[in-house]
């Protein structure tokens, strides 16, 4: 069973920049597809950033496409998601999840694996 634990989220100004960060435990972290997924208030959770096994491949949601980074570091376990020029939009609790299927993934369906969502804040 794969664990997962976000670290990094807070209240930022609009503009500003924010770092967050997923510690995997609990199976073999580099044979892993991860991604990162966020959920507004009232609304469906939605995609972020996907990054494949072994970090060659990320794909982007259009909305924070140029602004947001996905990278891993498979000697910590660990998942990031780096966000710039941060907008009042990108609020909503982030979720950081996992598949075993290793690829680019962009479904919600497709993760096994979520962790407990740390709240982002963007004030104006």
């Known amino acids: 069973q794969v664990q997962l634990v976000e670290s990094g989220g807070g209240l930022v100004q609009a503009g500003g920049s924010l770092r967050l960060s997923c510690a995997a435990s609990g199976g073999t972290f580099s044979s892993l597809g991860m991604g990162w997924f966020r959920q507004a208030p009232g609304k469906d959770r939605e995609f972020v950033a996907a990054?494949?096994?072994?970090?060659?491949?990320?794909y982007y949601a259009d909305s924070v496409k140029g602004r947001v980074t996905i990278s891993r570091d498979n000697a910590k376990n660990t998942v990031y998601l780096q966000m710039n020029s941060l907008k009042p939009e990108d609020t909503p609790v982030y979720y950081c999840?996992?598949?075993?299927?290793?690829?680019?993934?962009?479904?919600?369906?497709?993760?096994?694996?979520w962790g407990q969502g740390p709240q982002v804040t963007v004030s104006t």
């Open positions: 990054i494949s096994r072994s970090g060659g491949s990320t």
């Open positions: 999840a996992a598949t075993r299927k290793g690829g680019i993934y962009i479904y919600i369906s497709w993760y096994a694996f």
